[in-house]
């Protein structure tokens, strides 16, 4: 089995939802897994601030998931247009795998979740776009053939996943939202598997 990571930064839970619906996606594909990583939070001056173990949910990322990876699935919540600090962070710290092109040729996509639907949606998502360009990544979208990217009143573009999680972030991912996360996963592990990855 060949693994797809799932990682992602999530404060409220809403980019978290949408993490394990793209699991969904890519358990559907013959010979590929999922790894759901996320990362810790930091504080303003970028340093952890988190146990190194979490107390919940899934464990924290390693340079070694994102090198040993068949394909990249990246979440975060907008700040401002942007991904979210923390997922930054981790990200500053893969320079190494970059150097030795560990990520290169290897498909990876992008996924977000915002308070309002003119949140930042499509600014964040191409904004996590970039390191996985300078990685040599390939870029995996939704294509308008996905009859939800059409119906969805809230989140979801060609560009990646979103979700509209509310103010509170207490919103929870629509029908249609759930429906193109599972097809990100799906679409991520078919590029693995197509490109000899898995």
Same mark, same amino acid.
């Given at each position: 089995?060949?693994?797809? *990571?799932? *990682?992602?930064?999530?404060?409220?839970?809403?980019?978290?939802?949408?993490?394990?619906?793209?699991?969904?996606?890519?358990?559907?594909?013959?010979?590929?897994?999922?790894?759901?990583?996320?990362?810790?939070?930091?504080? !303003?001056?970028?340093?952890?601030?988190?146990?190194?173990?979490?107390?919940?949910?899934?464990?924290?990322?390693?340079?070694?998931?994102?090198?040993?990876?068949?394909?990249?699935?990246?979440?975060?919540?907008?700040?401002? %247009?942007?991904?979210?600090?923390?997922?930054?962070?981790?990200?500053?710290?893969?320079?190494?795998?970059?150097?030795? %092109?560990?990520?290169?040729?290897?498909?990876?996509?992008?996924?977000?979740?915002?308070?309002?639907?003119?949140?930042?949606?499509?600014?964040?998502?191409?904004?996590?776009? *970039?390191?996985?360009?300078?990685?040599?990544?390939?870029?995996? %979208?939704?294509?308008?053939?996905?009859?939800?990217?059409? !119906?969805?009143?809230?989140?979801?573009?060609?560009?990646? !996943?979103?979700?509209?999680?509310?103010?509170?972030?207490?919103?929870?991912?629509?029908?249609?939202?759930?429906?193109?996360?599972?097809?990100?996963?799906?679409?991520?592990?078919? !590029?693995?598997?197509? *490109?000899?990855?898995?």
């Amino acid at each position: 089995m060949s693994d797809i *990571l799932v *990682l992602y930064y999530s404060r409220r839970g809403g980019t978290a939802e949408m993490a394990r619906r793209i699991v969904r996606g890519i358990e559907e594909v013959d010979g590929m897994q999922a790894r759901l990583r996320t990362v810790p939070a930091v504080s !303003a001056t970028c340093e952890a601030v988190e146990d190194e173990i979490p107390a919940s949910g899934p464990p924290y990322a390693t340079l070694n998931d994102l090198r040993d990876c068949a394909g990249l699935v990246l979440g975060s919540p907008t700040r401002f %247009g942007n991904m979210a600090a923390p997922l930054k962070y981790f990200l500053d710290q893969s320079s190494g795998l970059w150097l030795s %092109g560990a990520l290169a040729g290897k498909p990876g996509a992008v996924f977000t979740s915002t308070g309002t639907l003119h949140g930042g949606q499509e600014s964040t998502l191409l904004s996590m776009m *970039l390191p996985l360009l300078h990685h040599g990544m390939l870029i995996v %979208g939704i294509p308008f053939t996905e009859s939800a990217l059409l !119906a969805t009143e809230t989140g979801g573009t060609p560009y990646g !996943a979103s979700h509209v999680g509310g103010g509170e972030g207490d919103r929870p991912v629509s029908a249609h939202e759930a429906e193109l996360c599972r097809v990100l996963g799906r679409r991520v592990a078919q !590029a693995a598997a197509r *490109l000899g990855q898995g």
